[in-house]
């Protein structure tokens, strides 16, 4: 069992993104159970994949002013979730290619600690790199 010591970075691009709070990724790859007169569950169709992620970024970053361009401009980017230092994660690196922002919410207002903005995107190409 790894003794957790590894730390991740996400990219903007060739910027690293800092700081950061939360990066979720979802997967989402459908299949569709194929049934027949003479049989149940005879096969299965798969469906398009469709690649999403949120990520949670302090409103003192710049890359939330950068996204948020991004965002209202329509612009296409790319992220990479890397290992910047440690070797305990499973992966090398995501490499999340073609992104579009689907919502954003670049900065709320709070009465204490820093705003958040919250960015939810997709992906029309991810690559995984294993170790």
Excluded: Y
């Excluded at 990724?25 to 469709?50: C, K, M, W, Y």
């Excluded at 302090?58 to 939330?64: C, E, K, L, N, T």
């Excluded at 965002?71 to 579009?100: M, P, S, Y």
């Amino acid at each position: 069992m790894a003794d957790w010591n590894t730390r991740l970075e996400v990219r903007l691009g060739d910027t690293t993104i800092s700081p950061i709070a939360t990066f979720s990724p979802t997967f989402n790859v459908p299949h569709t159970v194929l049934h027949s007169i003479e049989a149940d569950n005879v096969g299965f169709v798969r469906q398009p994949f469709t690649f999403t992620f949120t990520m949670g970024v302090p409103a003192v970053a710049s890359a939330v002013a950068d996204l948020t361009q991004l965002a209202t401009d329509g612009t296409e980017f790319q992220i990479v979730v890397a290992e910047k230092k440690g070797t305990d994660w499973a992966f090398n690196a995501l490499k999340f290619a073609r992104c579009v922002v689907t919502s954003a919410n670049p900065s709320n207002v709070v009465i204490d600690g820093v705003p958040q903005a919250s960015f939810t995107c997709m992906a029309l190409s991810v690559t995984v790199e294993a170790p």
